[in-house]
């Protein structure tokens, strides 16, 4: 797409396409997205429920069901996979879950061992990675990402039955960032807490991009939280397509598409009416030639069934797939 400077990326991905098997159809649920991560920046996608967010996710992570079909390129430095069907494949992003790329998701309870102490499943992370290191420097090294994460020391050896719901997304995150990744992809990780914790983990992730220099890429379908995240660039996503992207004062606060707009415009803490997007308004099967949004874009026109928009530019570092707003001077 274009939509940012990819020089020193740790993250670069190209085309990514995902798409699932449902009985003799083929659903497409992320097509044609590429984007960008570098140290020590955050990027946030943004999206309602169903428009992709996830798939891509896992499918950067290497972790898509067997069902799914990827193509594309992911590059993590010079690691390129572009042939998502080999073992090779499989083995080499098995090498870089964990050292180079960690992913936290949404559902804490299931993704830490109920049967193994928090210290104990951030050693087995350690030493699979590193297997030279001594006990003592596992010890040293859980300590600091604790401290780092604002979790008291006793939470080493605690089970995940004894820790409250933000502790355990920080438990899980502390695992994540046990091999000192370089790169985070964090999917929906707040959905299930107060507003309270929801803000005590936004300034951590802040905190790991300024202080670690961690690349991070931020999934959320909530607009509140991608304004307080410190991100350099914004993604929309509407079934499985951007929609619009660029810095985050272009996206948040220049907002073109009117899918942003009105996903912006459903914050349910604002003040003015609402507009609130329900289930059923999703075009989870855009009409084919049609624009993705068509069916619920109160600006649509006939043009827009019979013309798909592409992703342009229409000033520095900022992008929309409309037909209709204003184009950058060349």
Not at 5 to 20: C, E, G, I, K, M
Not at 101 to 113: E, K, N, T, W, Y
Not at 122 to 133: G, I, K, N
């Given at each position: 797409?274009?939509?940012?400077?990819?020089?020193?990326?740790?993250?670069?991905?190209?085309?990514?396409?995902?798409?699932?098997?449902?009985?003799?159809?083929?659903?497409?649920?992320?097509?044609?997205?590429?984007?960008?991560?570098?140290?020590?920046?955050?990027?946030?996608?943004?999206?309602?429920?169903?428009?992709?967010?996830?798939?891509?996710?896992?499918?950067?992570?290497?972790?898509?069901?067997?069902?799914?079909?990827?193509?594309?390129?992911?590059?993590?430095?010079?690691?390129?996979?572009?042939?998502?069907?080999?073992?090779?494949?499989?083995?080499?992003?098995?090498?870089?879950?964990?050292?180079?790329?960690?992913?936290?998701?949404?559902?804490?309870?299931?993704?830490?061992?109920?049967?193994?102490?928090?210290?104990?499943?951030?050693?087995?992370?350690?030493?699979?990675?590193?297997?030279?290191?001594?006990?003592?420097?596992?010890?040293?090294?859980?300590?600091?990402?604790?401290?780092?994460?604002?979790?008291?020391?006793?939470?080493?050896?605690?089970?995940?039955?004894?820790?409250?719901?933000?502790?355990?997304?920080?438990?899980?995150?502390?695992?994540?960032?046990?091999?000192?990744?370089?790169?985070?992809?964090a999917d929906e990780m707040t959905s299930a807490l107060d507003q309270k914790t929801k803000n005590v983990l936004l300034d951590l992730v802040n905190g790991l991009a300024l202080l670690e220099r961690m690349g991070i890429l931020y999934i959320t379908h909530d607009p509140k939280e991608a304004e307080t995240l410190c991100a350099g660039r914004v993604i929309v996503m509407y079934a499985g397509e951007c929609m619009e992207a660029g810095s985050r004062e272009h996206v948040l606060e220049g907002t073109l598409h009117p899918y942003t707009k009105r996903l912006l415009d459903s914050d349910p803490a604002k003040a003015e009416r609402q507009t609130v997007i329900t289930a059923g308004e999703r075009v989870t099967s855009p009409m084919e030639g049609a624009c993705p949004y068509y069916s619920a874009c109160p600006r649509r026109t006939s043009y827009c069934r019979m013309e798909k928009p592409f992703l342009q530019k229409v000033k520095e570092d900022h992008y929309v797939r409309c037909h209709y707003v204003p184009m950058e001077d060349d």
């Open positions: 797409m274009g939509q940012t400077d990819r020089r020193n990326a740790l993250l670069q991905v190209d085309r990514l396409n995902v798409s699932y098997s449902v009985g003799t159809r083929s659903v497409t649920a992320v097509r044609d997205i590429s984007l960008a991560v570098r140290a020590g920046e955050i990027v946030a996608l943004l999206g309602e429920s169903g428009s992709g967010k996830s798939s891509l996710a896992r499918a950067i992570v290497g972790l898509s069901p067997k069902e799914a079909t990827v193509s594309g390129d992911i590059r993590y430095g010079n690691h390129l996979i572009s042939d998502f069907d080999t073992d090779y494949q499989e083995k080499l992003f098995g090498r870089l879950r964990g050292r180079i790329v960690a992913s936290v998701f949404q559902d804490a309870a299931a993704a830490l061992h109920p049967l193994m102490t928090v210290g104990k499943q951030m050693a087995d992370v350690m030493t699979e990675h590193f297997p030279s290191l001594t006990n003592s420097e596992v010890r040293v090294k859980s300590r600091h990402i604790l401290k780092l994460l604002h979790l008291p020391p006793e939470a080493k050896d605690a089970y995940p039955h004894e820790l409250s719901g933000g502790q355990k997304q920080r438990a899980m995150l502390a695992i994540a960032l046990a091999a000192r990744p370089r790169l985070l992809v």
